[in-house]
């Protein structure tokens, strides 16, 4: 067993492997140390069920599976909690695979944001098309004109919510990779931090809960809205299809409105004719005219227009009778009388009045009616921003795989636990390479081959100018570890104690090394020089002139700059530090060209050992073009965004929210412009009034 996974039991005391994990106290302990207690309790022996029901009032016992009453008394000794005598008693590795099981699931469950707006987008597109057919022609019911407006405003609340979740999304995104480390590395943490790695991802688990709260909230009151314009869509519908039907009686003018149908019955006609008595048919009224067509016949249904009268010419409307209620209406050239149903009389009666002056009181909005057949929303740019999201913490745990399966690669190189590099490593690379003694043999575990090793090697080495001689007893000392002794056992020479930092240190094997390096100049090969996403500011060449270091030491360049000389990186101060958390620092997230994540994952304070130098870039034209392409790119936009707020295409709030963006970039890209260029006139007069010096010496 190796002694990394080795840790002193709080109750026994000694240095063994803890196993086992209390969820109730959150105690661990070794697998010696667990109580074994006797525990009582019912079975089923019909099915072996333990969920069995005790009736006290009939003293008999019942199986609720399978309501068998054959239940039997049973014994057994279970594993309990030194601590509480809890039974929640769970493995800890277990126990530590579950935590990052749940964060896992917390992550790609952000995607589940997008499913209360997958029927509600579409039912919004169909209220859209509705309004605009019941708009169209022939039947043009102008009915309820303050729907678009209404629906209009549905939309763009419904863009706001989508902006509004992204905000959310991004803080919750924000929220997991500050505490990514405590679960992705999991397996290298202390027992004791079970507890606290528990209560994070209950936290992590209430802003989930929130978001969904927030969709929930704002979807209900949008879905109230919409019931309205529903209902007044289904009454305009029943309209339309009842002037639909005796369209050929009714003969609508252009300027013609439908307002009402019913059915009603003709009890009186003109001058009291009876021939029109009782006559079963449809009323119809309309902004002009009102109209009544008789429906007759059992088999085959006939129709005839009775009569069609302009409202105008109204002159008396009532509501005649008191047991029977009726309907009367008088023009200059007859008297009509309808039997209709009492709660409807009154109902038609406003009808007619509204009929009389609907042009004034029913105002059409054509301007809201044009911009909502503009208006549109989809979810594309919600969803490929979780997705952006959730696969940049993939590619990070990914790389925490690949980055302790190197830590295993290498530490199986070496039999006693030494962690310490080849020899060709210890030395400053102007001293040369050095011939390495019994490089391919694997170290013992005996501190006696071990001073044998250091012997030979110091012999072989001892003309070396600069080299350091320590006596075979004791190790030369390290920056990260301590020596062995007789004393101290359980220190090992050169063994690194933060498993974090090793990760960062890691020169040990120079092919994987090279391999690194290579990669990261692939990388930089595929990277652009600016994000179009995110902008120029978290681009600006003034802001990244920083060595930037890879997960395992290497320093990468960046495209357009040369390399610079890294001699032993590792005395840096600050190096230690930024590369303690593998994949989450350097280029880890860069490679990908998306940067909506990268300032949660990037260390704040990154090391700024080098200032702006106009003689790093290789290709001083190239770089200004670059800088002048982004300058016309953000004016164009400017312009273009200045058009479609003229146009009214975009709201003033999204205007003046990207127009302040793309004027702090342009900004930034006029400076970087005109520092680089100022920078480098002073460097090319420094070039042209330079002393010319011949080869001649000055004394023969």
Request: glycine letters at 4%; charged letters at 30%; aromatic letters at 12%.
């Amino acid at each position: 067993m190796s002694e990394e996974n080795l840790q002193v039991c709080r109750f026994c005391q000694r240095n063994v492997k803890i196993a086992y994990y209390c969820e109730a106290c959150g105690t661990s302990c070794c697998s010696d140390c667990l109580h074994e207690e006797k525990v009582d309790f019912f079975s089923c022996q019909d099915c072996g069920s333990k969920n069995i029901e005790i009736l006290h009032s009939q003293n008999k016992k019942i199986c609720k599976d399978c309501e068998s009453e054959n239940i039997i008394k049973v014994s057994q000794l279970t594993k309990s909690c030194p601590k509480c005598h809890s039974e929640k008693i769970i493995n800890i590795y277990e126990k530590k695979e579950e935590l990052e099981l749940k964060f896992l699931d917390l992550i790609k469950n952000t995607r589940n944001f997008t499913e209360p707006f997958k029927n509600f987008i579409d039912q919004l597109r169909n209220l859209k098309k509705k309004v605009r057919e019941a708009r169209a022609p022939p039947i043009k019911c102008y009915h309820f004109p303050k729907m678009e407006p209404d629906l209009l405003g549905i939309f763009k609340s419904v863009i706001c919510l989508k902006e509004s979740l992204i905000d959310r999304i991004n803080v919750h995104f924000r929220h997991l990779a500050s505490n990514i480390e405590y679960f992705f590395n999991v397996y290298s943490q202390p027992n004791t931090n079970i507890r606290i790695i528990e209560g994070i991802l209950d936290n992590l688990n209430r802003g989930y809960d929130s978001i969904n709260e927030f969709i929930k909230s704002n979807i209900d009151s949008i879905k109230e809205n919409i019931d309205k314009i529903e209902k007044n869509l289904t009454f305009i519908e029943k309209i339309t299809k009842y002037f639909n039907q005796y369209k050929h009686f009714i003969n609508l003018a252009d300027n013609e409105k439908p307002i009402y149908a019913i059915n009603a019955k003709l009890s009186e006609g003109v001058n009291g004719i009876d021939v029109f008595k009782k006559s079963k048919g449809m009323l119809f009224i309309t902004n002009m005219d009102l109209s009544f067509v008789h429906e007759y016949g059992l088999i085959k249904k006939k129709q005839d227009l009775i009569f069609k009268a302009p409202v105008d010419d109204l002159i008396r409307i009532k509501e005649k009778g008191k047991l029977f209620k009726k309907l009367y209406i008088e023009f200059a050239y007859g008297k009509y009388e309808f039997s209709l149903p009492s709660d409807a009389i009154s109902r038609v009666i406003e009808y007619i009045l509204l009929a009389r002056n609907f042009d004034e009181t029913a105002i059409y909005d054509r301007e809201a009616a044009n911009h909502l057949n503009k208006i549109d929303t989809d979810l594309n740019d919600l969803k490929n921003y979780i997705e952006e999201g959730i696969n940049k913490f993939f590619i990070i745990r990914c790389k925490y795989d690949n980055t302790q399966y190197m830590d295993d690669e290498v530490g199986e190189q070496y039999d006693d636990g030494c962690d310490y590099p080849d020899e060709e490593f210890r030395f400053e690379k102007s001293m040369g390479k050095f011939p390495s003694v019994n490089q391919n043999k694997r170290r013992s575990s005996s501190q006696n081959q071990f001073e044998q090793r250091y012997s030979s090697f110091k012999s072989t080495n001892e003309n070396i100018p600069n080299f350091y001689a320590n006596s075979g007893k004791n190790a030369p000392e390290c920056e990260n570890g301590n020596h062995q002794s007789k004393e101290n056992l359980n220190n090992f020479w050169n063994r690194e104690i933060n498993r974090a930092n090793q990760r960062g240190n890691m020169p040990f094997n120079n092919s994987y090394g090279k391999k690194s390096q290579r990669n990261n100049i692939n990388n930089e090969k595929r990277r652009s020089p600016y994000d179009k996403r995110a902008g120029f500011i978290n681009n600006d060449r003034r802001n990244q002139n920083y060595p930037r270091y890879s997960a395992y030491g290497k320093k990468s360049g960046r495209r357009g700059y040369k390399q610079k000389s890294s001699r032993n990186t590792s005395r840096n101060p600050n190096f230690n530090r930024v590369n303690s958390t593998p994949g989450l620092t350097g280029n880890s997230f860069g490679d990908y060209n998306h940067v909506h994540l990268n300032p949660y994952f990037n260390e704040p304070s990154y090391p700024n050992s080098q200032e702006f130098d106009p003689s790093d870039i290789q290709d001083e034209d190239e770089y200004l073009l670059e800088l002048r392409k982004t300058k016309y790119s953000l004016e164009e936009t400017l312009n273009n965004l200045e058009k479609m707020f003229e146009q009214e295409r975009i709201s003033k709030r999204d205007y003046f929210k990207k127009y302040q963006e793309l004027k702090a970039e342009l900004y930034s890209v006029n400076e970087t412009i005109k520092s680089f260029q100022n920078q480098m006139e002073h460097q090319n007069s420094f070039q042209r009034y330079k002393r010319d010096y011949d080869n001649k010496k000055y004394f023969s």
